[in-house]
C-alpha cells in the first residue's frame, strides 16, 4: 500500500485537520520508496522504539508524540538528530497524531481508558487548545470518574466542579497536586507513558482491521486500578 495512501487514512479517520494541535500532526518524517508492507505503533518516536520498529521490518512508524511541534524543528541536534538519524539509517518513515487521538470518540485515548474501568454514560469534558479530549463517567457503584490522559493534572479542580468522586490522569505537577488537594478531589497519576497506550493500541488494532498491513509492533496497555 502506498505511504500517501496510508497517511490520508489516517488522517481521515482520526479527523486531524479539525485540530488546533501543539503537535504538527501527520507524517513528519518521509523515507525512500512509497511501498508499505509493515507498520508500527507506539507512544513516543524513541531510538529504542525506531530500532525495534525496523528490526520486525516495519517501514513505517505510527507515534501519539512526534518529534515536530509548534514551529518545527529549528536546530537538528541532540535528541531530535538521535530520532531523524535513526529514522532515517533505516529508511523508516514517520507519523504522529497528538491530540486528534486523545480525543476521539472511537479509538482515543481517553474512550479506550473509559472502557478499560467500565466507566458507563460518558461524557465530554475538559477543554485543551478550543477541543474537549477527556471524559466523564459512572462507575457501577455510582462515582463519577473523571479521566484525561497524559499530563492533564491542570483538570484535576474542574473534575471536582463537575461533580467528580475520583480524577484520573497521566501525570500533575506540584502546583496541579496541591490545587487537588485543596479542594478535596482525589487524584490517580497512573503514568503519562501508561495512560496513552489505550488509545495507540485501540488504533493499532483498528488500523490492522481495516487496512491490508501488517502491524509488528503495538504498546499493551497496563492493568491501572482506580482505587490506591
Avoid at 37 to 64: I, N, T, Y
Avoid at 119 to 144: M, Q, T
Avoid at 151 to 179: H, P
Wanted: hydrophobic share 45%; aromatic share 8%.
Amino acid at each position: 500500500m502506498k505511504l500517501a495512501e496510508i497517511t490520508a487514512w489516517l488522517d481521515r479517520t482520526l479527523n486531524c485537520a479539525a485540530f488546533d494541535d501543539v503537535s504538527n500532526n501527520g507524517l513528519q518524517i518521509d523515507r525512500e520508496g512509497d511501498e508499505i508492507e509493515a507498520v508500527a505503533f507506539g507512544v513516543d518516536a524513541s531510538v529504542a522504539f525506531l530500532e525495534r520498529a525496523a528490526k520486525a521490518g516495519a517501514q513505517l512508524c505510527v507515534v501519539h508524540h512526534g518529534i515536530s511541534w509548534g514551529g518545527g524543528i529549528r536546530r537538528l541536534t541532540g535528541s531530535d538528530y538521535a530520532v531523524v538519524h535513526a529514522a532515517m539509517a533505516h529508511n523508516l518513515a514517520l507519523y504522529a497524531v497528538h491530540l486528534p487521538l486523545d480525543a476521539d470518540p472511537a479509538v482515543g485515548n481517553n474512550r479506550e481508558l473509559a472502557r478499560a474501568w467500565g466507566l458507563a454514560d460518558c461524557e465530554p469534558a475538559f477543554s485543551y487548545h478550543g477541543h474537549v479530549i477527556g471524559l466523564i463517567g459512572r462507575l457501577k457503584d455510582g462515582r463519577r470518574v473523571g479521566v484525561c490522559s497524559g499530563g492533564a493534572g491542570e483538570f484535576a479542580v474542574e473534575a471536582k466542579a463537575c461533580g467528580c468522586d475520583l480524577y484520573v490522569t497521566g501525570e500533575a505537577n506540584w502546583g496541579e497536586r496541591i490545587a487537588a488537594q485543596n479542594v478535596g478531589m482525589k487524584m490517580i497519576c497512573a503514568g503519562h507513558y501508561e495512560t496513552e497506550t489505550y488509545g495507540v493500541a485501540a488504533l493499532a488494532r483498528l488500523f490492522a482491521a481495516r487496512l491490508p498491513l501488517r502491524v509488528v509492533e503495538a504498546p499493551v496497555p497496563p492493568p491501572i486500578p482506580l482505587e490506591t
